[in-house]
Structure formats: structure tokens, C-alpha cells
């Protein structure tokens, strides 16, 4: 059984900046991409950022400059520091990971997701 637990929404205004973390547990043998999407109310769920296992990013066009995205092999945790945030950041921001556990191939697990707003 795995599980990613996210961690660092709330509230912040305009231009302030917001860290959320995401841990993964449970029998994982590998990680290989790990990442960020978010789903604003009416809208689809899209890509904030990744992180392949060799460490290469990508970043949806909105965020580039403002927000960075990190891992921690050792811990099993995903990090996106966002600053400069703005009123059109707000959505549910969902983690997930692409885990291998015992006798399997990678799947795409997902965490519950965790609510960001930005006030203007």
C-alpha cells in the first residue's frame, strides 16, 4: 500500500509566497517521476510541474520564474516553493508519483490534494 500526503496550502494574498509538500510511504521499491498538477473549480486538472528521477524538470508556462519544484530520494518527498503567487494560483494542488512496489511496474498514485488560495 503506498500513500502520498500532502502538506502546506492555505490562504496567502497577492504576491506572497506558499511551500507544499508531499510525502510518499509504504512498500516503495522506486520513484521515478514525481510532480504537481492543480484543478481550479470548472476547470480540468493540469500539470504544475515534474521532476524525473535524473532530475529534470518541467514546468506548465504560468509558473515559470515563480515557482520551483524539488524532490528528496532519501525522504520520498516532492517540494514546490511558489512565489509571487497570484488570485489565478487558486485551485486544489494534487501530488503524485510514479512508484514501483514489490513484483510491479511503476503506477501513478495521487495524493488527496490540498487547497491553495490567493487573495488579490
Known amino acids: 500500500q503506498v500513500q502520498l500526503v500532502e502538506s502546506g496550502g492555505g490562504l496567502v494574498q497577492a504576491g506572497e509566497s506558499l511551500r507544499l509538500s508531499c510525502a510518499a510511504s509504504?512498500?516503495?521499491?522506486?520513484?521515478?517521476?514525481m510532480g504537481w498538477y492543480r484543478q481550479a473549480p470548472g476547470n480540468q486538472r493540469d500539470l504544475v510541474a515534474h521532476?524525473?528521477?535524473?532530475?529534470?524538470?518541467n514546468y506548465a508556462d504560468s509558473v515559470k520564474g515563480r515557482f520551483t519544484i524539488s524532490r528528496d530520494d532519501a525522504k520520498n518527498t516532492v517540494s514546490l516553493q511558489m512565489s509571487s503567487l497570484k488570485p489565478e494560483d487558486t485551485a486544489v494542488y494534487y501530488c503524485?508519483?510514479?512508484?514501483?512496489?514489490?513484483?510491479?511496474?511503476?503506477?501513478?498514485?495521487w495524493g488527496q490534494g490540498t487547497q491553495v488560495t490567493v487573495s488579490s
Open positions: 509504504g512498500s516503495i521499491v522506486s520513484i521515478n517521476t
Open positions: 503524485y508519483a510514479e512508484i514501483s512496489v514489490p513484483s510491479t511496474w511503476y503506477f501513478a498514485y
Open positions: 521532476v524525473t528521477r535524473r532530475g529534470v524538470t
